[in-house]
């Protein structure tokens, strides 16, 4: 898979140096001519749309990326990888308490708002938009989008650990032993909450140990949903990355490679990426203020 991307982003690398040879210093970069995108935007029949972290911070989520996110003494990378979770289970799941239930007193923002009325306006003009977001929190589909590849997995479903069964649980708290526990503060001292009294299976006589259906740091990401994101790639005549650093991989690298394939990539971020020479657009500033105009109905599209 390593290799596989790499060949492409070696293809995507070629691709952008020769085209960027034809062309003067400052055509090279990404425009930000707005109008322009809005006419690609209105000739596009299938659209995917990348997220990241940026847009759910637009909602007051956390990302747990900077050094300055941390939940109590640790940072995302300690708690949300497969070893702290068989060390420690009832460290990791105060850890997801508190994010369950952050996200679930959160309202989509004005990106998540925009992306779902986009789907839902071009749905009926035989046009599609695809979501395929890094994103663990349920904002996109709150927000209405039906077509969501979460990449990342899901805060909001369990996985069981003994019979892999998956399943939405929107309970809150999600198990009586967790109620009021997850606090974030550096001094909170941790639950030391038995195995047992955790988050358990409810199929049949399973009762197996319950996790979070997140995608923990080094682990593999699901094949299945690959599979239709590689789909989705190969399909879309235009795709929007937004609010994303594009630095996890591999979504860092679904922008890129469209791009290789000569079709319009438009970024919407605070600021620019590593990937942002790659593509034709970039749109600097919260996406919740560059996404709307951008996705709103065009004065030619058919209603
Ligand atoms: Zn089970």
């Given at each position: 898979?390593?290799?596989?991307?790499?060949?492409?982003?070696?293809?995507?690398?070629?691709?952008?140096?020769?085209?960027?040879?034809?062309?003067?210093l400052?055509?090279t970069?990404?425009?930000s001519?707005m109008?322009?995108f809005?006419?690609?935007?209105?000739?596009?029949?299938?659209?995917?749309i990348?997220?990241?972290?940026?847009?759910?911070?637009?909602?007051?989520?956390?990302?747990?990326r900077?050094?300055?996110?941390?939940?109590?003494?640790?940072?995302?990378?300690?708690?949300?990888?497969?070893?702290?979770?068989?060390?420690?289970?009832?460290?990791?799941?105060?850890?997801?308490?508190?994010?369950?239930e952050?996200?679930?007193?959160?309202?989509?923002?004005?990106?998540?708002?925009?992306?779902?009325?986009?789907?839902?306006?071009?749905?009926?003009?035989?046009?599609?938009?695809?979501?395929?977001?890094?994103?663990?929190?349920?904002?996109?589909?709150?927000?209405?989008?039906?077509?969501?590849?979460k990449?990342?997995?899901?805060?909001?479903e369990?996985?069981?650990?003994?019979?892999?069964?998956v399943?939405?649980?929107?309970?809150?708290?999600?198990?009586?032993?967790?109620k009021?526990k997850?606090?974030?503060?550096?001094?909170?001292?941790?639950?030391?909450?038995?195995?047992?009294?955790?988050p358990?299976?409810?199929e049949?006589?399973?009762?197996?140990?319950l996790?979070?259906?997140?995608?923990?740091?080094?682990?593999?990401?699901d094949?299945?949903?690959?599979?239709?994101?590689?789909?989705?790639?190969?399909?879309?005549?235009?795709?929007?990355?937004?609010?994303?650093?594009?630095?996890?991989?591999?979504?860092?690298?679904?922008?890129?490679?469209?791009?290789?394939?000569?079709?319009?990539?438009?970024e919407?971020?605070?600021?620019?990426?590593?990937?942002?020479?790659?593509?034709?657009?970039?749109?600097?500033?919260?996406?919740?203020?560059?996404?709307?105009p951008?996705?709103?109905?065009?004065?030619s599209?058919?209603?």
């Amino acid at each position: 898979m390593l290799l596989q991307n790499r060949a492409v982003f070696a293809l995507g690398v070629r691709m952008c140096t020769t085209h960027a040879s034809k062309r003067t210093l400052v055509e090279t970069r990404p425009s930000s001519d707005m109008s322009e995108f809005r006419k690609v935007f209105s000739e596009a029949k299938h659209i995917a749309i990348i997220t990241g972290a940026g847009v759910s911070a637009e909602s007051g989520v956390p990302t747990f990326r900077g050094e300055n996110e941390r939940w109590r003494k640790w940072q995302s990378q300690d708690l949300a990888t497969p070893e702290a979770f068989s060390r420690t289970p009832s460290r990791v799941w105060e850890f997801y308490h508190y994010r369950r239930e952050l996200v679930m007193n959160k309202k989509p923002s004005a990106a998540h708002l925009a992306i779902a009325e986009c789907e839902a306006r071009l749905k009926k003009q035989g046009r599609s938009v695809v979501v395929i977001t890094q994103c663990i929190d349920d904002l996109h589909r709150q927000a209405g989008s039906k077509n969501v590849l979460k990449i990342h997995g899901s805060l909001l479903e369990t996985r069981c650990m003994s019979c892999g069964h998956v399943t939405l649980n929107k309970r809150s708290p999600i198990c009586a032993a967790l109620k009021d526990k997850g606090a974030p503060g550096p001094d909170v001292p941790d639950a030391q909450i038995p195995v047992d009294k955790l988050p358990r299976c409810e199929e049949n006589d399973c009762h197996g140990l319950l996790r979070p259906n997140v995608v923990f740091f080094g682990e593999t990401l699901d094949s299945h949903i690959l599979t239709k994101v590689e789909k989705e790639m190969e399909i879309c005549d235009l795709c929007l990355v937004v609010g994303t650093s594009s630095i996890v991989y591999p979504a860092a690298m679904f922008g890129p490679r469209v791009s290789a394939r000569g079709i319009p990539v438009a970024e919407f971020n605070t600021q620019t990426s590593p990937k942002t020479e790659y593509f034709m657009y970039h749109f600097q500033g919260p996406c919740g203020t560059t996404l709307p105009p951008a996705l709103a109905q065009h004065e030619s599209e058919i209603m």
